[in-house]
């Protein structure tokens, strides 16, 4: 079964990212859209037979009100390393693949995260991910999603995300419940 899908027409001129390769496209007011997933703070629309990502911050060139921050609680109980760790692992769960209704931690996309002490009580954050596919060209964007929203955490002085290939990912990497979720 499809999933559902709502009509939107853009309100103004408005610059998303091509799907699967990146490449920046602007879309005028005007353009008849498709809202096929709304996850993670951004939109993925279908435009002309175009799958497209909106960033949330653009929200209202589509009628909608911009996503609040899907981040983790702000303060972990534990304020060192571990609770650090805790959080972003829970942050990286509000990170998606645009073309799938499922997060980069279920879908087996992080392979290290580490937290690292920095001065004055902050923290390095170091992340190695994958992504479905080497000639993803959303690779970037989805790095610099993860970075952003990992740099917003307290605490936080540095984060750097690597995309890595090896292992290779393959779909035995992804969750039981994204399996579900993708009827697999």
């Not at 096929?36 to 799958?51: K, R």
Request: proline share 10%; with cysteine; glycine share 8%.
């Amino acid at each position: 079964m499809r999933p559902q899908r709502e009509p939107v027409v853009t309100q103004r001129a408005v610059r998303v990212e091509c799907i699967p390769d990146g490449r920046p496209a602007d879309l005028p007011a005007g353009t008849p859209a498709q809202i096929t997933q709304a996850l993670g703070g951004s939109f993925t629309l279908w435009v002309e037979g175009q799958l497209m990502r909106l960033r949330g911050a653009d929200a209202d060139a589509i009628g909608k009100p911009v996503p609040k921050a899907d981040l983790a609680p702000t303060a972990p109980a534990d304020t060192g390393p571990e609770g650090l760790r805790s959080l972003v692992w829970l942050t990286l769960k509000t990170c998606y693949d645009p073309e799938i209704p499922v997060d980069i931690v279920e879908l087996g996309l992080v392979y290290v995260c580490d937290v690292l002490p920095m001065d004055e009580g902050r923290f390095r954050v170091a992340i190695q991910m994958t992504l479905t596919a080497p000639g993803c060209g959303m690779g970037e964007s989805i790095a610099d999603e993860v970075c952003d929203k990992v740099l917003a955490l307290p605490q936080v002085g540095e984060a750097n995300v690597d995309i890595v290939f090896d292992p290779p990912w393959d779909r035995s990497m992804m969750s039981e419940a994204a399996l579900l979720t993708l009827g697999l």
